[in-house]
């Protein structure tokens, strides 16, 4: 059985799904951070009878996935201010139909991990508040970074502090989880605020730090500065590797000139693409002799404008048909005006394997900046030719390949082929920067939620690139770069880099394990049913390790909602995935609503606890209904 360490005079530790701290006065106890709520079984270890009140650290579900015993417990709850939203209103930080600017997002996908049931919070700490018990005096500091409003509780004896610190860091200057510090879209906004956050714990010269995983902390000064060292150079790696929003209008594009058609400017006989001052569209064209084009993204445009253009190009150009618009990766930029051209001008919408069903079926994916994510017309489209990875067409006598190409998300291609003497690829998002500018690695935003771990993102890109040696990239929102070889050779570099940097953050021997949001992932994430209506979805569960691992998931299931089964298990193989299907059902009498499951998870004898979900609408919504049935088997790769 399980029991209580203690961990400094008085104070308890209790492990579960995260690290509970209890705290004693006579026979009264203060809980801090309660996992799965099996602390409150025991407390008779240590003579508790009465927990008094209850601290968060913050929201995550592993903290407090106990919301129903939290119900029938006589204590007072209280986390930061910033945090209460998370417990009391769960499921309004989940969408069935997602938008960009939605809050907490990443682009439409949640960064915060709020508990399945709402948890009542009684009282907040603003970001400097104290907080007295039976004579200990708390100094409530906020710390956000692993969450919004994390904050630490801070307690001083015998004239040093010991420190209640949450996931601020982890034994060993690690970081618990890294995508719960993507805040944004690569611009490092949470990576920022944690590491401003360990500064100012350090600046305690804490003698004890308690984190919520792990063990305690002696002495973590030196850790603390060590931590910070570390989250400086993967700052420095992680954004983006050009000069965005200083001089990249500089190096967009030093290659083209105007052709006849204003704005539409010419690289080469056949070569085509869009410049104007800050200007961003997803654009490029292939224009053969006979007048055919073959256009490559279409997306960020002024209709009008596009129209026009397209009219120009019949008038001065001699165009005379559009074959197909071939969409480099998942991102609903690179397709808004897709569907409009082919409506108006019979274009036919192609796409790789991977990435055409994230435009076709985009609700069942937890994926950041799908196309109805962009609102204003955006809706799944259909595509008329899906390309398998590797497939070749020849097109008006060029010869073109496409290839799966990952880099700033895993669904993404490279269309490649050789035009009028040169090799050139189109390369969508995946790298922008000055060739000739020794200081500029190339990538663009690196981001878990776009499923980029680096191996099948921007190291791969950067492997494949050099591979293919290309003379010519056309990327993504305007870009042209010129003869780029040194420009791959520093992004291959800078990629290694910051794989070094991600591992030496992570408390596990991979990166991956703690980067990865899709480790356990469910297809379709968005499952719409009436009542007693059944559904199946699949759980895939990927091992990143290179030997088996065991696994077990127990579904948290909401009140009228049953799982056939709702436990899980299996042995993965090493580099492998496992798949189980599971048959959802809503009782006749469910409640209409939005439900979020969350999966209670054991990797390879760790309890991570409900680090995944997924969600079901039970009845009306005004969200497309997401297709039912499962797709997890159909991946690509």
Sequence with gaps: MSRFREVDPGVYQWTSTCQSYVLKHGDKGLLIDPGDGSVLDHLDQIGVRQIEWVLFTHHHREQCQCGNRMAGLKAKTACATNEKQFF??????????????DPFTVHGTSYVRPPVEPVRIDHTFAKMDTFDWHGREFWCIETPGNSPGHMSYCLRRNGQWIIFSGDLMLDGARMHTWFDTEWDYGFAAGLYALGNSAAQVAGYEPELLLPAHGPAIREPEKQLDEYVAKLRTLGDLYIRGYDINRFAGCDQDNVSRPSVVPHLWQLSKHLFKFRGPNYWVNFGMVLSDS???????CGLFDRAFLDLTIERMRERLGLKAI????????????ALDADHVRKKYGAPLWGMAGVVDKFERPFDYDLSALLPMYGRDAAPIEFDRVLADGESFDWEGFHFTCDWMPGQTKYHSCLHGEIDGQVVAF?????????????????????????????EGYLFAANYLHALGPDLLIGGHCWAMSQPQALIERFRERMLALREAFNSLCPEDDYRLTFDPYQVEVWPYRTKLQPGESAEVTVRIRNWRDRPVAHALTLHLSPGVTAEPHELSATTPGGGFSLHRVKLTAAKDAAHGLRMIALDTTLAGRRLGEWFDFLMQIGDSSAPAPTKGTTGDKQPY
């Design 323 to 334: 074959d197909a618009i071939f969409v480099t990766h998942m991102h609903g930029d690179h």
């Design 88 to 101: 009391e209103n769960p499921a309004s930080f989940r969408r069935m139909t997602p938008k960009l600017q």
């Design 427 to 455: 390369t969508g998002d995946n790298i922008f920067a000055s060739p000739t500018d020794p200081r500029q690695g190339g990538n663009e935003c690196v981001l878990a939620r776009n499923g980029g771990v680096l191996e």
């Design 291 to 297: 007048g055919r084009a073959l256009i490559v993204d």
